[in-house]
């Protein structure tokens, strides 16, 4: 007797609907809460404005188009959103999907400043079909080298990985960050 594979089943697959319930405006939704989405601090919050944007990749190089992003991150001072001093309208976190067809991802924010003895960074969270557990990583900036130099999240990764966590500036307020999955350039992800 040929035994025929079965086919996934929800539990095993992130599915559309993780779209439409999660990052409704991917899913062509109208956005339902006001914190949800892809701008992390409103207009009036201080800072130097940005837009972290880049392209998700599996082994291959082929882009990834059904992962959803969340990101994390301190404001200009490095206060936390809900902590005391941190600036009003500072959301602090925000939740984008990959584009269908290209697998690019973007958010809108402020540079963050730096948390304790870390670098400015951002923390990012990735799901997709095929990933299972969430994804943890952390973005650094190319520009911020003296703060990288001594960060204690950087200086326990070997050199030579250090630089998947940094992303390049690449316009007067944005910043490149491509996420490998797997492969000769694999992004850091950590296990939390």
Known sequence: MTKTPLPETASQTAGPYVHIGLASEAAGLERSLSVLGACIAGPDVPGERM???GQILDGAGV???DAMFELWQGDATGKLAGSEGCASGFHGWGRTAADF???RWRFETIKPGP????APHLALWIVARGINIGLHTRVYFDDAAEANAVDPVLLSLPEDRRASLV???SGDRSYRFD???QGNFET????L
Do not use: C, R, S, Y
């Open 179 to 181: 996420v490998h999955l």
């Open 167 to 169: 992303a390049q500036k």
């Open 188 to 191: 850091v992800f950590f296990d």
């Open 101 to 103: 067809e290209t697998g």
């Open 63 to 65: 882009p990834v188009t």
């Open 51 to 53: 837009v972290i944007e």
């Open 115 to 118: 948390i304790g003895n870390q």
